[in-house]
């Protein structure tokens, strides 16, 4: 079985990672077996690493109910995420430091000083890193440079396996994200005999994104972070990068924007939230991508784009191939969070109901609340892009509308059939009561519930 180990460096690669969750519970086709999801963050409390990680949890516990045998028909969480570590995460050890502190400068002598005073300024090296390196690759690429010997770096290497692959994600404009993917790709490209399989990392498929300025901060005098900034810092890493990265992956995937919304100045931590972005999304894309793609040794270099030049993206404004990648399993899930959230409490009298044994007493047990805590994140996740700028907008994302089909835009319904002199919950319903019938009833009632919903929103996308 081949895994695909997937490094989010930073908050954009928690962020990057939430994506992909969400794209692989509506059933974007992953030709990996199962994903590994791992975090490098020194900021532990960062607010975005800790909606990822439960969000990566919820999945587990969902998909721990299902089964994927060869009569199912359910491709909703198929593909299994597997973890190292219960919080998915590589601890980076003495971050919470100050960075003189942490790199023993009391102890330096003078030349030794004078030198360290040409690399690091005094704010540099007064800075406390319990937040990350707020935007100073030059103390991250020093203090990341350690996490190859921590055992959950080594708990990797012990279980990589022949046709595994890697794939990174970092940001090229911040601190974290840009010195942690070279040190990273350093450390698996020239693994020594102290780790095992090391020579199976040496010659890895390696995949990385690079995510270059898609958002900007707010002007605050009190934060180390400048917006500024980075533009200069993303030219000096791709320079680096040139000469000292692309040469070492099989394919390097570049994605930013020109458009973009200032968010709050936080430096990290807790405070540390940024509303979702189509770039992560368009990023777990690429994840997929390489996942899909067979095994090369040429360094290809791949950038992403879209159709039409606008500030609200809808399916139609997409590319064909990223449009059929994404637009029936997104929409599959919306419906079926949808249906789920304002109906299914109301419907259990159905035929359907029956048919796959669900009643009160299912809506109250652990899996459904996992499931509906997954799918308010999801929606959260889907209206949060829509605001964002440049957004991503292609529902009308409001609960209430009966008319739930009529709720994607820029996409005519075909005329007559099951829509016409009927509401569109109502069929919705008729379609639920007809594939109850097609379902294993030898499969336990999470199976039931979750492939029943799966075919049931399979035929009205396709019939639409």
Same mark, same amino acid.
């Given at each position: 079985?081949?895994?695909?180990?997937?490094?989010?460096?930073?908050?954009?690669?928690?962020?990057?990672?939430?994506?992909?969750?969400?794209?692989?519970?509506?059933?974007?086709?992953?030709?990996?077996?199962?994903?590994?999801?791992?975090?490098?963050?020194?900021?532990?409390?960062?607010?975005?690493?800790?909606?990822?990680?439960?969000?990566?949890?919820?999945? !587990?516990?969902?998909?721990?109910?299902?089964?994927?045998?060869?009569?199912?028909?359910?491709?909703?969480?198929?593909?299994?995420?597997?973890?190292?570590?219960?919080?998915?995460?590589?601890?980076?050890?003495?971050?919470?430091?100050?960075?003189?502190?942490?790199?023993?400068?009391?102890?330096?002598?003078?030349?030794?000083?004078?030198?360290?005073?040409?690399?690091?300024?005094?704010?540099?090296?007064?800075?406390?890193?319990?937040?990350?390196?707020?935007?100073?690759?030059?103390?991250?690429?020093?203090?990341?440079? !350690?996490?190859? !010997?921590?055992?959950?770096?080594?708990?990797?290497?012990?279980?990589?396996?022949?046709?595994?692959?890697?794939? =990174?994600?970092?940001?090229?404009?911040?601190?974290?994200?840009?010195?942690?993917?070279?040190?990273?790709?350093?450390? =698996?490209?020239?693994?020594?005999?102290?780790?095992?399989?090391?020579?199976?990392? !040496?010659?890895?498929?390696?995949?990385?994104?690079?995510?270059?300025?898609?958002?900007?901060?707010?002007?605050?005098?009190?934060?180390?972070?400048?917006?500024?900034?980075?533009?200069?810092?993303?030219?000096?890493?791709?320079?680096?990068?040139?000469?000292?990265?692309?040469?070492?992956?099989?394919?390097?995937?570049?994605?930013?924007?020109?458009?973009?919304?200032? &968010?709050?100045?936080?430096?990290?931590?807790?405070?540390?939230?940024?509303?979702?972005?189509?770039?992560?999304?368009?990023?777990?894309?690429?994840?997929?991508?390489?996942?899909?793609?067979?095994?090369?040794?040429?360094?290809?270099?791949?950038?992403?784009?879209?159709?039409?030049?606008?500030?609200?993206?809808?399916?139609?404004?997409?590319?064909?191939?990223?449009?059929?990648?994404?637009?029936?399993?997104?929409?599959?899930?919306?419906?079926?969070?949808? &249906?789920?959230?304002?109906?299914?409490?109301?419907?259990?009298?159905?035929?359907?109901?029956?048919?796959?044994?669900?009643?009160?007493?299912?809506?109250?047990?652990?899996?459904?609340?996992?499931?509906?805590?997954?799918?308010?994140?999801?929606?959260?996740?889907?209206?949060?892009?829509?605001?964002?700028?440049?957004?991503?907008?292609?529902?009308?994302?409001?609960?209430?509308?009966?008319?739930?089909?009529?709720?994607?835009?820029?996409?005519?319904?075909?005329?007559?059939?099951?829509?016409?002199?009927?509401?569109?919950?109502?069929?919705?319903?008729?379609?639920?009561?007809?594939?109850?019938?097609?379902?294993?009833?030898?499969?336990? =009632?999470?199976?039931?519930?979750?492939?029943?919903? &799966?075919?049931?929103?399979?035929?009205?996308?396709?019939?639409?």
């Amino acid at each position: 079985m081949s895994k695909l180990y997937v490094f989010g460096i930073g908050g954009t690669g928690a962020r990057v990672l939430k994506s992909l969750s969400f794209l692989l519970a509506s059933g974007v086709a992953c030709k990996s077996d199962s994903i590994v999801p791992i975090i490098i963050d020194p900021d532990s409390a960062n607010g975005d690493l800790s909606k990822t990680t439960n969000i990566l949890r919820h999945y !587990q516990k969902i998909r721990k109910e299902l089964s994927f045998d060869t009569s199912s028909k359910n491709e909703f969480f198929k593909t299994p995420i597997e973890s190292l570590s219960p919080n998915f995460s590589i601890k980076v050890q003495n971050s919470n430091k100050r960075f003189k502190e942490f790199i023993d400068y009391g102890t330096l002598d003078s030349k030794n000083k004078a030198l360290i005073s040409l690399l690091f300024s005094e704010k540099n090296l007064n800075a406390d890193m319990e937040v990350g390196f707020k935007g100073n690759p030059n103390m991250g690429s020093v203090v990341l440079n !350690q996490f190859n !010997q921590s055992d959950d770096f080594k708990a990797f290497a012990s279980s990589f396996a022949q046709g595994d692959k890697i794939f =990174i994600i970092s940001s090229i404009f911040g601190g974290t994200g840009a010195s942690g993917f070279p040190l990273l790709l350093k450390n =698996i490209r020239s693994a020594d005999s102290s780790l095992d399989n090391f020579s199976l990392l !040496q010659n890895a498929q390696i995949g990385a994104i690079s995510v270059l300025p898609y958002f900007g901060v707010k002007k605050d005098e009190g934060s180390d972070i400048e917006k500024s900034t980075f533009v200069s810092k993303t030219k000096a890493a791709l320079r680096y990068y040139q000469h000292g990265v692309n040469d070492s992956v099989n394919a390097m995937y570049y994605i930013g924007d020109d458009v973009n919304k200032d &968010y709050e100045n936080n430096e990290g931590s807790t405070a540390q939230k940024n509303d979702a972005h189509f770039i992560e999304l368009a990023s777990a894309l690429a994840i997929l991508n390489f996942a899909n793609t067979s095994e090369s040794d040429e360094n290809q270099v791949k950038e992403f784009g879209i159709e039409n030049d606008v500030n609200s993206i809808t399916f139609n404004h997409l590319n064909d191939k990223t449009k059929f990648t994404i637009y029936k399993p997104l929409t599959q899930y919306y419906l079926f969070h949808l &249906y789920t959230k304002t109906k299914l409490r109301g419907k259990l009298d159905m035929n359907f109901a029956a048919n796959i044994g669900i009643n009160s007493n299912f809506l109250a047990e652990d899996f459904y609340s996992t499931l509906r805590g997954f799918n308010d994140a999801y929606w959260q996740w889907l209206v949060q892009m829509s605001k964002n700028e440049r957004g991503f907008n292609p529902f009308t994302l409001e609960e209430s509308n009966e008319n739930v089909l009529d709720s994607i835009k820029g996409i005519q319904l075909k005329n007559g059939g099951f829509l016409q002199g009927t509401s569109n919950y109502e069929r919705f319903t008729e379609k639920l009561n007809k594939t109850s019938k097609q379902i294993n009833k030898s499969v336990n =009632i999470e199976n039931r519930f979750v492939e029943n919903f &799966y075919l049931a929103t399979e035929n009205l996308v396709k019939e639409k």
